[in-house]
Nanobody, 116 residues
Framework: QVQLVESGGGLVQAGGSLRLSCAAS????????LGWYRQPPGKQRELVAS???????TYTDSVKGRFTISRDNAKNTVYLEMNSLTPDDTAVYYC??????????WGQGTQVTVSS
Protein backbone atom coordinates (compact mmCIF):
# COMPACT_ATOMS: atom_id res chain seq x y z
CA GLN A 1 0.00 0.00 0.00
CA VAL A 2 1.55 3.24 -1.21
CA GLN A 3 0.44 6.43 0.49
CA LEU A 4 1.49 10.03 -0.02
CA VAL A 5 -0.14 12.43 2.44
CA GLU A 6 0.18 16.19 2.02
CA SER A 7 -0.22 18.65 4.86
CA GLY A 8 0.46 22.28 5.64
CA GLY A 9 -1.98 23.99 3.34
CA GLY A 10 -4.33 26.70 4.46
CA LEU A 11 -5.35 30.31 4.11
CA VAL A 12 -2.66 32.98 4.07
CA GLN A 13 -2.52 36.64 3.13
CA ALA A 14 -0.52 37.85 0.14
CA GLY A 15 3.12 38.17 1.06
CA GLY A 16 2.93 35.38 3.60
CA SER A 17 4.53 31.96 3.72
CA LEU A 18 3.55 28.33 4.06
CA ARG A 19 5.48 25.09 4.22
CA LEU A 20 3.88 22.04 2.67
CA SER A 21 4.88 18.52 3.66
CA CYS A 22 4.28 15.19 1.97
CA ALA A 23 4.92 12.04 3.96
CA ALA A 24 5.31 8.80 2.02
CA SER A 25 4.89 5.19 3.01
CA UNK A 26 4.99 1.92 1.12
CA UNK A 27 7.89 2.90 -1.15
CA UNK A 28 11.65 2.94 -0.94
CA UNK A 29 11.62 6.71 -0.70
CA UNK A 30 15.27 7.41 -1.46
CA UNK A 31 15.10 5.93 -4.97
CA UNK A 32 12.10 7.98 -6.09
CA UNK A 33 12.13 11.32 -7.83
CA LEU A 34 9.69 13.74 -6.22
CA GLY A 35 7.61 16.65 -7.40
CA TRP A 36 5.09 19.20 -6.29
CA TYR A 37 2.26 20.01 -8.69
CA ARG A 38 -0.60 22.44 -8.37
CA GLN A 39 -3.98 22.91 -9.97
CA PRO A 40 -5.51 26.40 -9.74
CA PRO A 41 -9.29 26.74 -10.03
CA GLY A 42 -10.38 26.16 -13.61
CA LYS A 43 -6.86 25.42 -14.85
CA GLN A 44 -4.77 22.37 -15.67
CA ARG A 45 -2.34 20.79 -13.27
CA GLU A 46 1.21 22.08 -13.57
CA LEU A 47 4.57 21.02 -12.23
CA VAL A 48 5.80 23.54 -9.67
CA ALA A 49 9.04 22.00 -8.45
CA SER A 50 10.91 18.72 -8.61
CA UNK A 51 13.80 17.09 -6.83
CA UNK A 52 15.69 14.06 -8.04
CA UNK A 53 17.19 11.19 -6.12
CA UNK A 54 20.47 13.11 -6.39
CA UNK A 55 18.96 16.33 -4.96
CA UNK A 56 18.92 18.23 -8.25
CA UNK A 57 16.01 20.68 -8.28
CA THR A 58 13.90 22.42 -10.90
CA TYR A 59 11.24 25.12 -10.61
CA THR A 60 8.67 26.61 -12.88
CA ASP A 61 9.50 30.22 -13.73
CA SER A 62 6.64 31.72 -11.75
CA VAL A 63 7.96 30.40 -8.43
CA LYS A 64 11.72 30.75 -8.89
CA GLY A 65 13.24 32.64 -6.00
CA ARG A 66 10.13 32.19 -3.86
CA PHE A 67 9.67 28.43 -3.44
CA THR A 68 12.15 25.80 -2.29
CA ILE A 69 11.72 22.04 -2.61
CA SER A 70 13.66 19.74 -0.32
CA ARG A 71 13.60 16.14 0.80
CA ASP A 72 14.44 14.30 4.00
CA ASN A 73 14.96 10.66 3.11
CA ALA A 74 15.28 9.69 6.77
CA LYS A 75 11.74 10.97 7.35
CA ASN A 76 10.31 9.84 3.99
CA THR A 77 9.12 13.40 3.49
CA VAL A 78 9.34 16.03 0.77
CA TYR A 79 8.74 19.70 1.55
CA LEU A 80 7.76 22.79 -0.38
CA GLU A 81 8.62 26.07 1.32
CA MET A 82 6.55 28.86 -0.22
CA ASN A 83 7.37 32.51 0.42
CA SER A 84 6.04 35.83 -0.88
CA LEU A 85 2.77 34.20 -1.79
CA THR A 86 0.36 35.87 -4.19
CA PRO A 87 -3.26 35.11 -5.10
CA ASP A 88 -1.95 33.45 -8.27
CA ASP A 89 -0.48 30.74 -6.05
CA THR A 90 -3.97 29.68 -4.94
CA ALA A 91 -4.41 26.04 -5.94
CA VAL A 92 -4.65 22.49 -4.74
CA TYR A 93 -1.09 21.27 -4.31
CA TYR A 94 -0.20 17.63 -4.93
CA CYS A 95 2.97 15.67 -4.30
CA UNK A 96 4.18 12.99 -6.67
CA UNK A 97 6.73 10.21 -6.38
CA UNK A 98 7.95 8.44 -9.49
CA UNK A 99 10.43 5.88 -10.73
CA UNK A 100 8.71 4.90 -13.98
CA UNK A 101 5.28 5.19 -15.63
CA UNK A 102 4.24 2.04 -13.78
CA UNK A 103 5.67 3.30 -10.50
CA UNK A 104 4.15 6.75 -10.19
CA UNK A 105 2.12 7.84 -7.17
CA TRP A 106 0.11 10.86 -6.09
CA GLY A 107 -1.08 12.34 -2.84
CA GLN A 108 -4.60 13.52 -2.19
CA GLY A 109 -3.78 17.21 -2.38
CA THR A 110 -3.85 20.10 0.05
CA GLN A 111 -5.57 23.43 -0.53
CA VAL A 112 -3.55 26.65 -0.52
CA THR A 113 -5.55 29.86 -0.63
CA VAL A 114 -3.84 33.25 -0.80
CA SER A 115 -5.98 36.29 -0.13
CA SER A 116 -5.29 39.80 -1.37
Amino acid sequence: QVQLVESGGGLVQAGGSLRLSCAASGITFSIFHLGWYRQPPGKQRELVASITTGDSTTYTDSVKGRFTISRDNAKNTVYLEMNSLTPDDTAVYYCNAARSPSSNYWGQGTQVTVSS
